[in-house]
Each structure stands twice: as C-alpha cells, then as structure tokens.
C-alpha cells in the first residue's frame, strides 16, 4: 500500500452525490430523517462523522469553514475537524461566524444572527426524538409516519406533573413546519428559537446512525410547550465576565475548589468580537 | 484569573507526537516488522480483516503496528482505508465445498467423506504457559500427507440429500445488497443480517451466541461442520464471457445444525445457522452461526423472548467501530449541554429547598 491522494474533501464524488441527493430529499421534506449510506470516516463515530460528511458533499473550493464544538472554535475536536477540511479540501477557515459560508457545530448555535446563503451543518449522536421513549426503530418511522406524536406530550407532561416545569434543557425537541418532530441535535433549548425562521440553510449529519435532516430558510421551527406551560430558554443572572455580554449563552469556569466561579460566553468569537469592540466586565457594586 | 482554554491545535500535534513514542517504546529494541506480525501474530491479522471487512494481509498487519495492538482501533483503520476504495464489481459466490482444506471438523458424524482433519487448532492443547518459547528455539516442521483423492462435500449437502434439512435457498437474480453502500433499514434481507454478523464484534457475537446456549433463545445447536481453508474467488466479466479467478482468500466456515419441530406448513427438519468469516476465525464464525440462527425466529414463526433474537438490537449494537466511536465521545466536551443540566439541577434544588421551608412553616 503506498500512500494515496484523496480526492477534493475525502469522499469520493459518487458518495458525495448520494449524499447530496439524500441532503435533497431532506430540504424537500423539512424534519424528515433521511436514511443515508454514511461511510466509515477517519474520525470516530460519534465524533462528529455526520457532520463531517455533509460538510464535505457540501463544500466547495471557494468556501470558507468555520468549526465550532461547545460554541468554541478552539475545542480540540473542532480544531482536528478544521485541519481536517483545511488539509483534504484547502479550504480557507475561519473563527468569525460572519466571514464564514460553511459552519460546522456540535452542541451551539452562533450569538451572531446567521445571513442568508449561509449554511450551518450539525453533528447529531442520535437523530430520532423519540428514541428515548421507544428504541425501535421500526415503530419511531411509524409513528413519524402517522405523526403520532402523544408519546413526547405525555414525557414533558410528566416533567411537568413531577418538577412544575419541563426538565429538558438539551436537545429540546422541535416541530418542524407543523409535520416533523425533529431532535436539534444536543443544543441548549437556549438555541432553540434561533433555528425559527433562520435566514441559513440548516443540515444535520448523524453518522453513526446513518440519517440526515435539514430545516431550509425561513421554516417554522417551534419548540413543543403547552398553552400554560410555554417554552422558555434558560437565563443566567449574571453577564459574561469577560465582555459583559447579556442574553447570550454562558459556560460556567471554576475557579478553585471552594466554589469560586464565573460566567463566560460560550460562543468565544463572539466573546473576543465583542471585546475587539472595547466592551469588558460590567461594574457591578455586587462584587463578592 | 480566568485563563481560556487555549492552544487545542498544539496540544493535538504534541499528543500525537507522544503516542507515536509510546508506539515505538524502548529505541535500542527492533521495532516488529510487518512480516513478524503476519506470520507470528496471524489470528490478530485474521480479526483485523474480519471486522474490518477487508482482506490484506499486510495491510492488517500494519494497522495492528500502528494501533499499538489495540484490535479495535485497528479495525477501525482498516475500515477507514476500505471505504475509500471503488467497488469493481460482486464476485460469483465462493464455493466452501471445493475449499483446499486445512481443518475440518465435524461435532454430529463421527466419520465421514474426506475425513475430520484437525488441523492447526488449540483445541486439547493443555493450556501451560510455555517457558521455552521466550527463546527463539527451533520448531519442528509439519507433518503433512498429500490431500486424499476423495472430496470433503459439506456435511449439510449430506443431510440435503435425505431432504432432512431445510435447503440450501434459491440463488436471488438480483445483485445482493452492501450494507457499507446503501442505509440499513429493518427488518433486514438475511443477506445483509449475514454481513453485518461478519464484521460484527467476535465478543459481541460471543456473549450472544453463548447466551442462546444458556437458555435465551435456545436453538439446539449441533456443530455440523466447521472448515477453515483457501477458497478461489471469481468473477465473471461480461466482457470476456467467462469467469476469472482474482486469487484466493482463507475463510472459516461454520455450519450449525439445529433442531426444528416443524409447522403447519414445514414437517420436521432441521435447519441452520450460517457463519462465515475471512482468516481463521473459529470462535467468531461459531458465535455468528449460533446468532444467525438465533436471528431467524421470525422466519420460523418462533417466539422472539430474548436478545440474541432481537434483529434491531443485535445488528445495530454488533459494530464495534460504532459502538467504541459513540462510546468514547463522551470523552469530547459536553459542557454546554452539562451547564444546562446544571443549572436545572439547582433550579430543582430550590425549589425543593423552599418547599421544605413552606411545609415546616405550616
């Protein structure tokens, strides 16, 4: 065996159009899980291999990738996606969320309002909503099939009956253009409404799994919730400690082992943006 | 103060670095050449290609060297390799019965056409750590007889015969289906169920099979054959209009013959459960007989009440390069999805706390 070229994005130019096609059929039927032939990738399963394989059917040589893991661009596993694409495609990269036409993520959503022709694509460890109420695949397509969807309403009733609110605060299920529900992916449910209505085209790769899905511009995304019980999004009482940034998500960092800690975005690019433009700490009188 | 964390890339390049120090070891030792590994450490080679699905010798070997002898992982490098390379074409099906035979045994006829040959097995082997192989003394040449005359046909062919179990099965016309091109989607063709086993994890496959044989789904195994040797593969070109021989893969082969008490339609007979795998791979094509059979429940109208019968769970938990993936990305960073735990765990917390507060109040 010698040492062989790749072709342009590691994948061969057949498996890129079957998955293309399959990316086709999601975009036509928003929230509907799309089996696909997904390859064995030089990453783990469960590392991200859906997202890598959308990504590289999408990507071409003009685009420019920005790879965010936790809202980080530095995250290891983002940094070894990123010199992937960087080494099999040439791409250039990016960190800014807003030079960028190509966004991989795992876990976040960018605080940087996504633009029109801009495509952001998920990593997804399990594709079905309902796999946790029932692990057969067989009876979730069914009952996709039938949108029979009681089996989640009564789950979140009984987060309900037993806390007085609903306990998911991740991968917060989704009802895509009133047909599908739809699993986000393992965003904080603080992510949710940003996926409503978004100017970006929206692709999720679920390797291991072998489905893909996808939201196309402007489609209604509506996090499920009752009449009395609405769906909220988590909020942090205090601002990043490093830009004072308000209504974003916040990654929680100790400090010592006495129960010191403090507050940062969890979106980093658009942390230092933020701090670029002379923004700092809030003074507050509440200093402890 | 608050340090980011910062510098992934440098810490991936100088991890990298270490684990190929680590691979190496001690300098002043040879590193193992990949001609040791084959020849010396051959069943590893045979699991490496099983699993991995691909069958190169060297190949196998080398990813064993570069996985520091961790199975999985190099399982997992072989797969990497394989699904970049085209598919040329469905060979015409291998013919076991022709096999150039090393070992072939058979557990339900004491003697039969061809002969039981035990070939190179640990079988009654006295399980003795060996001192004298920490030296490299000499070791004796084979013995060897030439192949007798006589064919070895399958033992299943014999019971065909007297029509005492089931059939063998009609050839599709269609081409078969490839689980490494096309999504799975259950309930499975037995075809693609087949080599889904055939690269699946040997301990998986293992605890399951061992599980039918402690009551979970029993299926009356006998042994009927089990043959490990060299078969030709071919492949017809239409162009030519006339079937090549590409070379020759070693394979085991099991056969498991197993009762069956017959239905309204089917009088009794028995029926099978298949295993085949690249190598030698004794244990791992007896464990995937025993879940194939296990797995065909349906088919025989018999009651799935266990795991090994269970299509979904055991295919789609039987990939051990998808399961050590999805397992060990619990490694990577959650700390988005724990913050939100975090903060709904305290949130509780509160309220319990203040709930407390209200009944002691009242």
Not at chain 1, 30 to 48: C, D, I, K, L, T
Not at chain 1, 122 to 138: A, G, N, S
Not at chain 2, 286 to 306: Q, Y
Request: a negative charge; aromatic letters at 8%; glycine letters at 8%.
């Amino acid at each position: 065996m010698s040492a062989r070229a790749y072709n342009f994005a590691y994948l061969d130019e057949q498996t890129k159009r079957m998955i293309r096609r399959a990316l086709l059929k999601a975009v036509a039927i928003p929230g509907y899980q799309v089996p696909f032939a997904s390859r064995e990738m030089p990453m783990p399963y469960g590392w991200g291999t859906g997202g890598v394989q959308v990504t590289a059917a999408v990507i071409g040589p003009d685009d420019v990738l920005k790879v965010i893991d936790q809202g980080a661009d530095d995250t290891t596993n983002a940094v070894s996606i990123r010199a992937f694409f960087a080494k099999v495609a040439e791409v250039k990269t990016t960190t800014r969320t807003a030079e960028a036409t190509l966004i991989q993520t795992r876990h976040r959503i960018p605080e940087h309002p996504l633009t029109s022709g801009q495509i952001l694509v998920y990593q997804v460890p399990i594709p079905e909503p309902l796999r946790f109420l029932e692990p057969r695949e067989t009876e979730t397509r069914t009952m996709h099939a039938l949108s029979e969807y009681g089996l989640m309403h009564v789950k979140l009733y009984e987060d309900i009956a037993r806390h007085g609110h609903i306990a998911t605060t991740y991968a917060y299920p989704v009802k895509v253009e009133g047909r599908y529900l739809m699993d986000p992916s393992p965003i904080p449910k603080f992510d949710n409404p940003k996926m409503h209505r978004s100017p970006a085209l929206q692709l999720f790769g679920a390797g291991r799994e072998k489905r893909i899905y996808a939201i196309p511009p402007f489609t209604e995304v509506v996090s499920l919730d009752f009449d009395d019980h609405p769906f909220t999004v988590q909020e942090f009482g205090a601002p990043c400690a490093l830009c004072g940034a308000e209504g974003v998500y916040l990654d929680e960092v100790v400090l010592d082992d006495k129960g010191g800690h403090m507050f940062v975005c969890s979106d980093t690019d658009f942390c230092e943006d933020r701090r670029a433009q002379g923004f700092g700490p809030q003074v507050t009188e509440a200093a402890e | 103060m608050y340090v980011a964390v910062k510098g992934g890339e440098a810490a991936i390049a100088n991890a990298h670095r270490l684990l190929a120090d680590r691979r190496r070891g001690d300098r002043s030792l040879p590193a193992i050449g990949i001609e040791q590994i084959v020849n010396q450490l051959g069943l590893a080679v045979d699991r490496v290609m099983g699993e991995g699905s691909l069958y190169d010798r060297e190949l196998a070997a080398l990813a064993i060297t570069q996985a520091r002898g961790d199975m999985i992982e190099a399982i997992f490098l072989v797969r990497a390799y394989r699904t970049t390379l085209p598919r040329f074409g469905i060979s015409v099906p291998i013919d076991t019965a022709a096999m150039e035979i090393e070992r072939r045994i058979s557990a339900s006829f004491k003697d039969l056409p061809g002969g039981q040959v035990l070939g190179p097995t640990f079988d009654y082997t006295h399980r003795l750590i060996d001192p004298a192989l920490a030296e490299d003394l000499p070791v004796d040449a084979p013995l060897t007889r030439e192949a007798p005359e006589t064919a070895s046909p399958r033992v299943t062919d014999l019971l065909a015969g007297e029509g005492l179990i089931e059939p063998d099965g009609v050839v599709s016309s269609e081409p078969p289906g490839d689980l490494t091109r096309e999504p799975l989607e259950f309930p499975l063709s037995r075809e693609l169920r087949l080599q889904a086993l055939a690269r699946g994890d040997e301990g998986f496959l293992l605890a399951l099979g061992y599980s039918t044989q402690r009551g979970y789904a029993r299926t009356h195994p006998f042994a009927g054959e089990i043959r490990i040797g060299e078969v030709e593969v071919r492949l017809f070109v239409p162009e030519l209009g006339f079937e090549v021989v590409l070379g020759r893969v070693r394979v085991t082969e099991c056969q498991m013959v197993n009762q069956f008490h017959g239905n309204a339609e089917t009088p009794p007979q028995f029926t099978r459960g298949y295993g085949l795998v690249f190598g030698q791979a004794e244990r791992k094509a007896m464990s995937m007989a025993l879940c194939d059979r296990a797995l065909r429940a349906r088919e025989f109208g018999e009651d799935i009440v266990a795991p090994a019968q269970d299509e979904e769970f055991v295919i789609s938990h039987s990939d051990n390069v998808q399961a050590t993936g999805f397992v060990e990305h619990l490694k990577l960073p959650h700390y988005v999805d724990f913050q939100a735990e975090l903060d709904l765990v305290r949130r509780l917390r509160a309220e319990h706390a203040s709930e407390r507060k209200r009944e002691a109040a009242e």
